[in-house]
């Protein structure tokens, strides 16, 4: 995954990161809207940043359980982000700015919060720019959509009783399809939807949340893949797909 590579790695509080972006005056002063008391969130209402992330912390700690249930903490988190207050003045105001530092030809990553348990990354897409087909193994991953549309597209490997891919190949199944707009969300686990491939149709800009986040053997073992443009014979749903490393 030589492109990830390339991502700047960074652990900062929203203010802390507005700084770096925008140099907006007064940042601090969002730490102090967060709307958690000693930890603990309403069960409706929208949710600020530092609460957020305390939120989104507490609910990765399960992934140590003998019974994490990958599906149930994607949805969780689903619903923590579904109420991240994107409408906050200051949080607007640096997606404003993050707008004109989108770059031709390639998808801008940004990493808002790394901890032992999770990442937060905003990635920024110009019209047209695609994140080509990838894995991420052993990992759980929340897409929030902040700004504008994007296509996302998922896939699961399969076997295919009788037959076997090309040697470096594998089959992949679509999982399914869909456009984000803002405030929508798109999950993935380790074992359903983890093949994914993005395009967005206007500049937009993705919340990205994964867990555990990337380590060193995490990123050895991700792989990208170039998708046969057409299905197999007489599967609408299934395509070999050449493994890239």
């Keep these: ?59 990765a700690e399960k992934q140590h359980l003998d019974n994490w249930n990958q599906d149930s903490y994607v949805q969780s988190v689903a619903s923590l982000a579904s109420r991240l207050h994107l409408g906050d003045p200051a949080m607007a105001m640096a997606m404003e700015e993050l707008k004109i530092r989108l770059k031709n030809g390639r998808v801008d990553f940004k990493y808002l919060e790394e901890r032992v348990d999770f990442s937060l990354c905003l990635l920024q897409f110009d019209e047209g720019e695609t994140i080509r087909p990838h894995d991420h193994p052993e990992m759980t991953g929340m897409i ?80 990208w893949f170039e998708l046969s443009p057409d299905p197999l014979p007489g599967h609408k749903d299934l395509f070999e797909a050449r493994i890239e490393g």
């Design 1 to 59: 995954m030589d492109d990830y590579d390339r991502r700047e790695f960074l652990s900062l509080s929203l203010p802390g990161f507005l700084g770096v972006i925008t140099a907006l005056p007064s940042l601090c002063a969002l730490a102090t809207r967060a709307n958690a008391c000693e930890g603990r969130i309403s069960k409706d209402g929208e949710v600020h940043w530092e609460a957020f992330l305390e939120a989104v912390s507490k609910e």
């Design 144 to 223: 929030l959509c902040g700004s504008g549309e994007i296509e996302t597209s998922n896939y699961d490997p399969v076997e295919i009783p009788g037959q076997d891919p090309t040697t470096g190949h594998v089959f992949l199944k679509h999982a399914g399809s869909e456009v984000l707009q803002k405030n929508n969300i798109s999950t993935l686990t380790a074992k359903a939807r983890n093949i994914h491939t993005l395009k967005a149709r206007k500049p937009t800009q993705l919340v990205d949340i994964f867990t555990p986040p990337y380590n060193k053997e995490r990123s050895e073992k991700s792989n």
